[in-house]
């Protein structure tokens, strides 16, 4: 068919993210834009004239033309007109960022193989400029077979050449050329116009679907095909892979090489001195050294809180005290004095909401630590080490910042997995955020090491409780990494994403900043502590409160006449506070909650915890500081006598007298509320992000297994070690 110069009426602009394609759709379109919807998905379409008069329109930004995720599906069906209504377009703006050209090259020698008459806007000339590149235009543009022309988007430099060459653009097609990687495309281009052929379907499209397993594209071909298409892509597939390494592998190798090939001499880097930025970076992201620093600086942070939030957490404990004390005397001389309002109040409501809010302080002081290294840099260039890590468990970089958030809270964590764009990569990290430990594991922890853990220091400067606390940090992560690696292999297979990431200058940490995320923490943990185990709180008094006994009462009763009748003095006083004591554990061995610990006693038992912690614990399933709530309510309503938790898990005993509890059953304790996944609204959060409850139900299935097991194995172990 014969074309005019009036058939020229489309051009898509297509450009990796942050190259300034919005910045130049803007300066060419000015006015004239329109903003809609692509039928179907929610992903923006940006049209506008030029003003030769055609349509240009803004697809989204995207690395390549693999699709990952719904919007660069919409990038490749847009430029193979595969959009309802969205005829193929007659030219292609390529734009890349000329300070990062071999990364920015990989889309364009994909892009280049539809076969649209195409222009490459060479942007940022002046970023590249400055740090030192020389670029020979004329030769990118012999290698590359389209009009290269360099332009500064953002100042408006170079527009008017560039609208000049998209203006001379050939109206016919060239042939689709798959010249840049030859070696790549002989085998690959057969197979692929087989199956285009038997089953219509664009061959574009087909050869991406070969290549990219299990990707978007095979899945929005197989849609329309059915079953038939997967088995000739699987047939085909077989006799391609032959050698062993994948399609896509195969592609990388090929592109990257061929890039390298050219960029080697058409781009070259004048020797810039290295900056104290560069050689500090050097060894902060080392794959030895940085991983050291980053164990080192974390330990160290841990090992900071622990200590310092000490007489912070002495005052609010000697505050909650002086508050139980008043009430008490206030109900001592009134006629309510029956002792259950008084009892809800001191043992139930201060003994909850006190217990937790205790640990403010080292909450407070974690998010000191985290914002600061935050704002200063520090944590890109920690995402940028994880990324080789994480991609060993075939996750990427992408994952590190949902994972860091989880350390305050799981919910932010979950709902930063929103900007990884594959699918499989963002389940998993979903999967494997609540692992990490969250700032309501902290009373559990505090609680713990506080008690058993005892306070010698190594080497001079290394605290044992301090490296304990940080361990269950390192434990999340540790069991993170193969969780991760078999979710990958088995639920959630697909290749890791690439992660690309500018290092950000290092700089002051500003107080504004950190001030705002430390305050932002504190006040949900504040808010928690005032709402959820406020009422989890009077929920577990109640039932450790009712039903009250009234043998035990009226044989308390009993008692205490026997008593008065047959004693006198100080003996007298020291028989009744004993019987009291006595009735007391009795009230509470036949309440619900009572019963409740003793029939799940036999599930505990073998973790070396007493039915109080195994009731503590199955509390703790909604909200984990309850485990710390219900313990201060379990010895409350037990005991009148001022004790501390502390004092009282140490003073627990066998029958025999022996004490109950020593550092195997604490770390088996910890390790149990550092995998398991007692949070009702992570769970929530989980269901919703991850599209199905049964993910929520998978999670929490598999972290309360691992808790389990982990509590089981780390009870045992420490016991044989004699700890
Ligand atoms: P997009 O993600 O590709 O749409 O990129 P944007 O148009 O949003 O641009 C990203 C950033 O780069 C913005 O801050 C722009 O102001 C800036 N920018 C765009 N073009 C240039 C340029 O040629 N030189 C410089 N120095 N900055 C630019
Ligand atoms: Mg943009």
Redesign the pocket.
């Given at each position: 068919m014969h074309t005019t110069r009036d058939a020229f009426r489309r051009v898509a602009l297509i450009?990796?993210?942050?190259?300034?394609?919005?910045?130049?759709?803007?300066a060419l379109t000015g006015l004239s834009q329109r903003v809609g919807n692509y039928p179907g998905v929610t992903v923006e379409r940006k049209s506008g004239r030029l003003s030769s008069g055609a349509e240009i329109i803004?697809l989204p930004?995207t690395y390549s033309l693999a699709p990952k995720s719904p919007d660069e599906l919409v990038v490749l069906k847009a430029l193979l007109g595969e959009i309802p209504d969205e005829p193929v377009p007659d030219a292609l703006v390529l734009?890349v960022d000329a300070s990062h050209l071999s990364r920015n090259l990989y889309l364009v020698t994909q892009a280049l193989e539809i076969g649209i008459p195409a222009v490459l806007a060479l942007?940022?000339?002046?970023?590249a400029e400055k740090s030192g590149w020389k670029i020979d235009v004329a030769g990118l543009s012999r290698e590359l077979g389209v009009p290269v022309v360099p332009?500064?988007?953002?100042?408006g430099?170079g527009l008017d050449t560039l609208i000049g060459a998209i203006d001379a653009l050939p109206i016919e097609n060239p042939t689709p050329s798959s010249t840049m990687v030859p070696e790549f495309h002989a085998a690959l281009d057969a197979a692929a116009s087989r199956v285009s052929e038997r089953f219509g379907a664009h061959e574009f499209l087909v050869r991406r679907a070969l290549i990219d397993q299990g990707g978007s594209t095979e899945a929005s071909l197989a849609s329309r095909h059915g079953r038939a298409f997967i088995d000739a892509l699987a047939h085909e597939r077989t006799s391609l892979t032959q050698g062993g390494r994948s399609l896509a592998w195969r592609e990388a190798q090929a592109r990257y090489g061929w890039i390298h090939r050219i960029s080697s001499t058409l781009a070259t880097r004048e020797a810039r001195p290295k900056s104290a930025t560069d050689r500090i970076d050097a060894v902060i992201t080392h794959r030895v050294a940085g991983l050291a620093i980053f164990v080192a600086i974390m330990t160290l942070v841990f090992m900071t809180i622990f200590r310092y939030a000490a007489p912070l957490m002495d005052l609010i404990d000697g505050s909650f005290a002086a508050l139980s004390g008043w009430v008490s005397n206030a109900f001592a001389g009134s006629t309510l004095g029956g002792g259950l309002i008084e009892s809800l109040l001191v043992d139930g409501v201060i003994a909850g909401v006190g217990g937790v809010l205790i640990f403010l302080p080292q909450i407070l002081l974690l998010f000191v630590f985290i914002a600061i290294l935050e704002d200063c840099g520090y944590m890109a260039r920690a995402a940028f080490l994880m990324d080789r890590l994480l991609r060993t468990c075939g996750l990427s970089g992408h994952s590190f910042i949902p994972m860091l958030s989880s350390f305050a809270c799981a919910i932010p964590g979950v709902l930063a997995a929103r900007s990884i764009r594959s699918t499989s990569d963002r389940l998993v990290t979903i999967l494997v955020a609540p692992l990490m430990s969250c700032s309501a594991r902290i009373p559990v922890y505090a609680i713990m090491i506080a008690a058993f853990i005892p306070a010698t220091t190594m080497l001079g400067f290394l605290s044992l409780p301090g490296l304990v606390f940080a361990s269950m940090y390192f434990l999340g992560i540790v069991v993170a990494i193969p969780v991760a690696w078999i979710l990958r292999r088995t639920i959630a297979r697909g290749e890791a994403s690439t992660f690309v990431m500018e290092l950000p200058p290092y700089r002051m940490p500003r107080v504004r900043g950190v001030s705002l995320r430390v305050w932002h923490a504190g006040r949900s943990f504040v808010v928690r502590a005032g709402t959820i185990i406020f009422a989890m709180s009077i929920l577990i008094w109640a039932a450790g409160t009712f039903p009250r006994s009234s043998d035990v009462r009226e044989q308390a009763e009993a008692a205490r006449v026997q008593a008065e009748q047959t004693l006198e003095g100080e003996s007298l006083e020291e028989e009744l506070s004993a019987i009291d004591r006595r009735t007391a554990t009795e009230l509470l061995e036949r309440s619900a909650l009572g019963r409740l610990g003793h029939a799940i006693e036999p599930a505990v038992e073998p973790l070396g915890w007493d039915w109080k912690i195994g009731t503590a614990a199955v509390a703790a399933f909604p909200a984990r500081e309850v485990l710390v709530s219900t313990l201060n309510i379990l010895y409350g309503l037990e005991d009148d006598e001022e004790t501390g938790l502390v004092e009282r898990l140490r003073g627990e005993t066998f029958d025999d007298g022996s004490r109950r509890f020593g550092i195997p059953a604490a770390l088996s304790i910890m390790v149990f509320i550092a995998l398991c996944a007692q949070c009702a609204s992570t769970l929530a959060v989980m269901a919703r992000e991850a599209g199905s409850w049964k993910w929520a139900v998978f999670a929490f299935v598999y972290m309360t297994g691992l808790a389990w097991i982990g509590a089981f194995v780390t009870y045992r172990l420490a016991s044989l070690a004699g700890l």
């Open positions: 450009g990796n993210p942050n190259t300034g394609k919005t910045t130049l759709f803007n803004d930004g734009i942007n940022m000339t002046d970023v332009i500064v988007a953002s100042r430099d």
